[in-house]
C-alpha cells in the first residue's frame, strides 16, 4: 500500500532556530514529491521535487530529495513566528492522478 | 490568496442526508481535484475531473460522486452520510490534467455530520 510518513508530528522551536522535517514515501509509480504550508485551511504549495540531489531554495526554506532512499527533507533557518504552519508532505503518482498525503508536521515558533 | 473559491464555509448535516459542496476554479484552470482532510491527517484524495471527465479516482466508496461543468467549476455530492465524513473538503485547480506545481487549494468546506 502507497504511504507517506511524516516525522516529527509536531515540533516547538524558538524564533531563531533552523529545523528539519522528514518525509519518508513507500510507493509505486511516483511522479513527484511536494511540500506545502497550511496554517489555517488552505494548503499553500511551497515546493516540488522531482530529481533526486536538486536542492530547491525559496528564502529561508530549502528542500531536497532522495529517491534512492525515498525521503525527502524540508529545511527552514532563523525561523520566524509566521512559519508556525502545518507543513505537508504528498507524493504524486503517474496512476489515477492521486496525491498521497503524510499527516503532516505542526510546527510552533514561540517569540 | 488563491483564486479557488467554495461553498458553503461550513455545513452541519445528519447522518443519512445527502450534501452537495461547490468549487469554482482559477481562471484559465480546467481540471479540478477534491480532497477530504479529517482533524489532524493529511487531505486524502477523493477524485479528479478535467475537461468535465473524471480523471482519477482515490480509495472512496460510489456515494461519493462528483461533476464538472462547462465553465470548469465542480461539485462534490456525497449521499447517505456518515459520522466519519465528517471533514475539511479541499478542492484544487489547476491548469492541465494532472497535478502539477501551479494546484491552488481553495480554503475549503467543513463538513460537520451529526
Known amino acids: 500500500e502507497d504511504k507517506v510518513v511524516q516525522s516529527p508530528l509536531s515540533l516547538v522551536v524558538h524564533e531563531g532556530d533552523t529545523v528539519t522535517l522528514n518525509c519518508s514515501y513507500e510507493?509505486?509509480?511516483?511522479?513527484?514529491l511536494l511540500w506545502y504550508k497550511q496554517e489555517k485551511k488552505a494548503p499553500t504549495f511551497l515546493f516540488m521535487l522531482?530529481?533526486?540531489?536538486i536542492e530547491k531554495k525559496s528564502g529561508r526554506l530549502s528542500s531536497i530529495l532522495d529517491k534512492k532512499e525515498l525521503f525527502s527533507i524540508l529545511n527552514i533557518t532563523a525561523t520566524q513566528t509566521g512559519d508556525s504552519a502545518v507543513y505537508l508532505c504528498?507524493?504524486?503518482?503517474?496512476?489515477?492522478?492521486?496525491?498521497?498525503f503524510g499527516a503532516g508536521t505542526r510546527l510552533t515558533v514561540k517569540p | 490568496e488563491t483564486g479557488v473559491t467554495q461553498s458553503p464555509t461550513h455545513l452541519i448535516k445528519t447522518r443519512g442526508q445527502q450534501v452537495t459542496l461547490r468549487c469554482s476554479s482559477q481562471?484559465?484552470?480546467?481540471?479540478v481535484s477534491w480532497y477530504q482532510q479529517a482533524l489532524g491527517q493529511g487531505p486524502q484524495f477523493i477524485f479528479q475531473?478535467?475537461?468535465?471527465?473524471?480523471?482519477g479516482r482515490g480509495n472512496f466508496p460510489p456515494r461519493f460522486s462528483g461533476l464538472q461543468f462547462p465553465n470548469y467549476s465542480s461539485e462534490l455530492n456525497v449521499n447517505a452520510l456518515e459520522l466519519d465524513d465528517s471533514a475539511l473538503y479541499l478542492c484544487?485547480?489547476?491548469?492541465?490534467?494532472?497535478?502539477?506545481?501551479?494546484?491552488?487549494f481553495g480554503p475549503g468546506t467543513r463538513l460537520l455530520v451529526l
Open positions: 504528498a507524493v504524486e503518482l503517474y496512476n489515477n492522478n492521486d496525491m498521497r
Open positions: 475531473y478535467y475537461r468535465e471527465e473524471e480523471n
Open positions: 484544487a485547480s489547476s491548469p492541465s490534467g494532472g497535478v502539477q506545481e501551479t494546484q491552488y
Open positions: 481562471s484559465g484552470h480546467n481540471t
Open positions: 522531482t530529481s533526486s540531489g
Open positions: 510507493v509505486t509509480n511516483f511522479r513527484s
